[in-house]
């Protein structure tokens, strides 16, 4: 496998790099005199130095006009919001916590052999305006960010926020299209209760997500889920939905490729796209103690980024990634997890010919809440 991946580095294309080459040179101006490499510039303008530059995430251009978002096949978006958390606060950082990391990477992997600067294109859109206080305005936002990105045709990329999230974002990209739509939610929590504490907090988005007509409950498969903080409101909800349920213990019995299938078989049975919620407390919390609820004996790194890659190999209509909270982190790295988990997604996507597989599905306009 190492050899074949080196082989396979030189049929890749380098118009990309050539291109981000030429145009830090136009608007960062020649380096001085004494550098010999002339593809470096006097201002940062690309990828390297890697330190340097303005934190979009992996340096992709800042799309300040919302109407260009279209022309990329990828959009990244923040949602930086921690107003439905029920123990530790932060999430509202997760989106420049993620970003500051993502300098670190070049966009090139060598065993998938993916370069996604040549193979994609991709923006960042910045954030949505969340409203700190208000659960529900948030929701509408998010909503509207969501629909809006999809319907122009790039693939969303969310950066949370807490899971409260994950029923708006559905709801948005589930508003632009009349076809039927599951979801992979890997997690160590169901969060399919109704209600918590009398909002909808991050323990329900499964219970609100499930009940749009278009997102049926029986396309939920929830990975990961167990341990001592699944509420036991959830159970009830579990049942009467028919979601799809596996454990860590699952995972450890059938192996991550028997579980991947499964798990694509269930989201995908009868529908049309596929949406993937990553939330980062699935994997256990001694990769990722930046996290509202941390939980050990979840997922291993390398156990993760597999089973990410496997579902994603059958494309998916957009992603979300939450529950990032960098003021609890350590060294970036729970921010460089959330980070993996969308690269690989992506990295998976594009070597599987998967990129833009979602457009077809969008059928119906952006209309705003
Ligand atoms: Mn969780």
């Not at 949505?128 to 990329?157: C, L, M």
């Not at 559905?170 to 969060?191: E, P, Y």
């Not at 690269?343 to 010919?353: K, N, Q, R, W």
């Amino acid at each position: 496998m190492g050899w074949k991946a080196a082989q396979k580095e030189a049929d890749l294309p380098t118009k990309g790099r050539e291109a981000m080459i030429a145009r830090a040179k136009h608007l960062g101006l020649e380096a001085a005199s004494s550098i010999q490499d002339r593809d470096i510039s006097m201002m940062s303008r690309g990828e390297l130095p890697h330190f340097a530059g303005i934190n979009t995430f992996m340096k992709a251009p800042y799309v300040e006009d919302m109407k260009d978002v279209g022309l990329y096949d990828a959009a990244v978006v923040g949602a930086p919001f921690d107003g439905g958390t029920t123990y530790r606060p932060g999430t509202r950082f997760g989106p420049q916590g993620i970003r500051k990391i993502s300098g670190l990477y070049s966009p090139y992997n060598y065993e998938m052999g993916v370069d996604l600067r040549e193979q994609m294109t991709l923006c960042d859109v910045g954030d949505i305006f969340t409203i700190p206080a208000n659960i529900e305005k948030t929701f509408d936002q998010i909503s509207n960010a969501v629909a809006y990105i999809a319907a122009s045709g790039a693939f969303p990329i969310v950066l949370g926020g807490d899971h409260s999230i994950g029923f708006p974002t559905v709801r948005g990209i589930a508003s632009v299209t009349s076809k039927r739509i599951g979801i992979i939610h890997f997690d160590r929590h169901a969060d399919i209760q109704e209600k918590d504490m009398d909002e909808r907090m991050h323990t329900t988005p499964y219970f609100h997500a499930t009940a749009i007509p278009n997102v049926p409950a029986t396309n939920l498969v929830q990975v990961g889920i167990g341990g001592w903080q699944v509420p036991r409101e959830a159970l009830p909800e579990m049942r009467a939905r028919q979601t799809n349920i596996v454990t860590i213990g699952d995972i450890e019995k059938l192996g991550l490729e028997k579980v991947a299938e499964m798990a694509l078989d269930a989201a995908w049975k009868d529908a049309d796209a596929v949406w993937l919620s990553y939330d980062i407390d699935s994997i256990d919390c001694a990769f990722v103690p930046g996290t509202g609820w941390p939980e050990p004996g979840g997922l291993l790194p390398r156990e993760a980024l597999k089973l990410v890659g496997l579902v994603a190999a059958e494309g998916l209509c957009g992603m979300e990634v939450v529950e990032v909270s960098p003021p609890y982190d350590h060294a970036d790295i729970t921010s460089l997890m959330a980070l993996r988990i969308i690269v690989d997604t992506l990295g998976s996507m594009v070597a599987h010919g998967k990129m833009g597989a979602h457009k077809p599905i969008i059928d119906k306009p952006f209309v705003p809440l």
